[in-house]
């Protein structure tokens, strides 16, 4: 069982990534297999200078050892997804697509995370006159059909990529290979097994598994998590992280809390123990055959308002 941890190394490792890590962590050791740690860095004006390290300190923090991944050289290198632009223009020039001079679509492309996208593309590239002269994106000649598959939380799921997102983004007219290529190639030529992640993602899962099978590579299952909750019950969106602390590890640690502290809680939510409090990741382990996630409900104590920004100019 190989499982792997993709974080885009754009901030400090909040509650969601350390469910999401911590579910891939269990997995595999419960099955004796390999955890994985790749680093998505493809976005450059995202990437934020000294991320990267610092969510490779969290995870070491909380004992999420891996297996494979950066500085943990495996027979799948590289691991590190800006090092990897020779293989991803490989499997480009093993699909068929086509340039697309259409720059405000290509833009909202770019972006994984639901509500981030735009509409269905209506394929105007791909008559080559309707092509401006400026620089091209590529974009993949989706074919009709439906893609389906049984997520391992949320059921059976079928999407028409063809009717649904159109023809979409490959690389960026800005030379930036998307999100949805890299991944879909990375998973495959890295053998995952499960992949988790949080179920703000599932829209993209149709995608990359079409992508996976034009390219001949093997495709994983996926469990895709409930987001986390603040507690109110709302969902524990990146503008209330700038609002309050303690949705970080980092945050967490710097208050003093125990990695078992922290554990314990996700491991709960994800139906690893029986009840929220402190639990070392051993013990967690123990109970991971089984993946039953609830939707994390981060604890009251937690969280603190950060001190607002006031106007200087008043
Ligand atoms: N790198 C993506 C992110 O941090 C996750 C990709 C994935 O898990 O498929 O949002």
Redesign the pocket.
């Known amino acids: 069982m190989r499982t ?5 190394p ?1 901030g400090d490792l909040h509650l969601g ?1 350390a469910l ?1 890590a911590l579910a891939a962590y269990c997995r595999a050791r419960v099955h004796g297999g390999a955890f994985v740690v790749r680093m ?1 860095d493809l976005d450059p004006p995202r990437v934020v200078p000294g991320a990267a390290e610092r969510i490779l300190d969290d995870l070491r923090f909380l004992g999420l050892s891996w297996d494979e991944g950066p500085s943990v050289e495996g027979p799948y290198s590289p691991y590190v997804q800006g090092e990897a632009g020779a293989i991803y223009e490989e499997a480009l020039g093993r699909l068929p697509t086509y340039p697309c001079t259409c720059t405000r679509a290509e833009i909202a492309a770019s972006a ?2 639901e509500g981030e996208e735009g509409p269905r593309y209506p394929g105007t590239c791909r008559d080559p006159a309707r092509r401006k002269d400026r620089p091209a994106a590529l974009r993949l000649w989706v074919p009709e059909g439906r893609v389906a598959f049984d997520d391992l939380v949320r059921g059976p799921i079928e999407e028409d990529v063809a009717a649904v997102v159109g023809d979409f983004v490959l690389r960026r007219a800005d030379g930036v290979f998307a ?1 949805q290529l890299a ?1 879909a190639v990375d ?1 495959g030529r890295m053998r995952i097994d499960e ?4 179920d703000d ?1 599932l829209g ?1 899962t149709a995608r ?1 598994l079409l992508l996976q099978r034009l390219l001949g590579l093997p495709s994983p299952r996926y469990a895709h998590l409930p987001v986390v909750r603040g507690p109110d019950g709302e969902r524990l969106a990146k503008r209330h992280q700038t609002q309050v602390s303690g949705s970080t590890i980092r945050e967490l640690r710097a208050r003093g809390m125990a990695a078992e502290e922290i554990l314990g809680p996700l491991g709960h939510a994800l139906g690893f123990a029986d009840a929220a409090r402190p639990c070392a990741l051993a013990a967690l382990v123990a109970r991971a055959d089984r993946l039953a996630p609830r939707s994390f409900v981060v604890p009251g104590g937690w969280l603190s308002a950060k001190p607002a920004v006031r106007a200087t100019n008043a």
């Open positions: 792997r941890f993709a974080p885009s754009t990534g999401v998505e994984p995370h999100y991944v998973d992949v988790h992640r949080g993602l993209s990359q």
